[in-house]
Every structure is written in C-alpha cells, then in structure tokens.
C-alpha cells in the first residue's frame, strides 16, 4: 500500500516537472513573473502569464471576485469589478492587448476564448443617458467554450454567445449568439450556423500566430 503511494507520488512529481517544461518552453520566465505579480489582485488563480510590452494589465476591483484558471494576458488589459459583481475567466484563453471586461454583476467566459484586441464585454450600460433616470441595470454575459471575438468587437448585457462560435472583427453583439455560428455587423447577426465552417475558422485561429 505504502509502495504504490510513493510510485503515484514520484508519478505526480514527474508529470508537475514535465508541464512545467512545456510552459517554460511556451513562456519565458518573465511572463510567468509578471503573471504572478498581476494575479496577486486576482481572488482566485490558476496559472497566468502576462506576455507583450507595456503598459502592464491591470485590476480595478471595487468589493467583487475575479477567478481566473490558467490565462494569458496582454498589454493593456483591464479587468473591472464592481461591488458584489463576479467575473471568471476559463482555461486556456488569452486576451489580446487593450481588452476591457467590466463585471458590475456577472462575467463568465469559458474555457479556450480567444478575445481579440480592443475588445469590450460589459455586463451593465454603467450610467443612464439622463442624469435624473435610475442607475442602470445589470445583465449577466457568458461566453461558453472556445469562442474566438474579433478585434474591436463590442459586447454588450445579456449576451450569451454560445461555444464554438466567431464573432467578425468590429462587431457589437447586443443578442444571443447560437453556439457554431459566425456573427458580424452592427448590430450583430448570424451569418452562418454551419458547424464546420465555424471550426474551420477556429482551426486557423489557432494555428496562426497571436496577434501583437
């Protein structure tokens, strides 16, 4: 009994060494530094690098929560919690430089998004148009599994865009999105539901490079 714990032991040991490896091989040491200094304001994490230049992403969290699993952040990200607000961001996925998430009640964005550059999801409109109108509300938005968000897109409360879908570069999606669809425009709407067209451009997604 006790022999077969130390082999699953050593067998833990082993495998822990060998990821690390591989992230070391993916991500400099510096990107794993500066993510542990970004994670810091984060109230739970998994592994997070920050790669890219300056300036570094932030947090401004205003009494919220914010789990990240394993991430990677660009330059100027900011993450932004308001009081009570939740925001978690899943395994696997990045944001490009200059996104902006602001949770004032509820964020979730699944595991392997890819969320393009100067990108903006936002749960709440923030402030009314007329000042003497009442605060606006808040809308949750979930971005299921394996959504890639063009650069310059805009999402705005309530929206659920469902796995596996793409929305075009400069898009502002105020509606539901099926999961296998590729939405574009202003306002966006579908302009295909077919699964392996989808997975056709999310497959050259993740072979090309990340934008810089």
């Known amino acids: 009994m006790e022999l077969t714990e130390n082999r699953l032991a050593l067998h833990k040991v082993i495998d822990l060494g060998r990821r690390t490896r591989l992230r070391l091989r993916k ?28 300036p570094a992403p932030t947090v401004l969290n205003r009494g919220g929560a914010i789990d990240v699993k394993n991430c990677e952040f660009y330059e100027g990200v ?27 009640g509820n964020v979730d964005i699944g595991n392997d998004c890819r969320i393009g550059w100067d990108v903006v999801i936002m ?13 606006t509300e808040s809308a949750r938005v979930v971005i299921e599994d394996d959504v890639w968000i063009g650069c310059r897109s805009i999402i705005l409360k309530g929206v659920r865009i469902g796995k596996r879908s793409v929305i075009a ?16 425009g202003v306002p ?25």
């Open 27 to 54: 991500y400099s040491l510096i990107a794993h530094l500066r993510g542990l200094w970004f994670a810091r304001k984060l109230t739970h994490h998994g592994i997070v690098v920050v790669t890219g230049r300056y």
């Open 78 to 104: 900011r993450l932004e919690v308001y009081r009570g607000g939740m925001l978690t961001i899943g395994n696997g996925t990045y944001l490009n430089r200059n996104a902006v998430v602001i949770a004032v």
């Open 123 to 135: 749960d709440s409109d923030l402030h009314p148009v007329d000042a003497n109108d009442q605060p």
């Open 169 to 184: 570069a400069g898009s502002i999606v105020t509606k539901d999105i099926p999961p296998n669809s590729i939405a574009a």
């Open 188 to 212: 966006a709407r579908v302009i295909s539901s077919n699964p392996e067209r989808a997975e056709f451009f999310l497959k050259k997604i993740r072979s090309a490079p990340t934008s810089r």
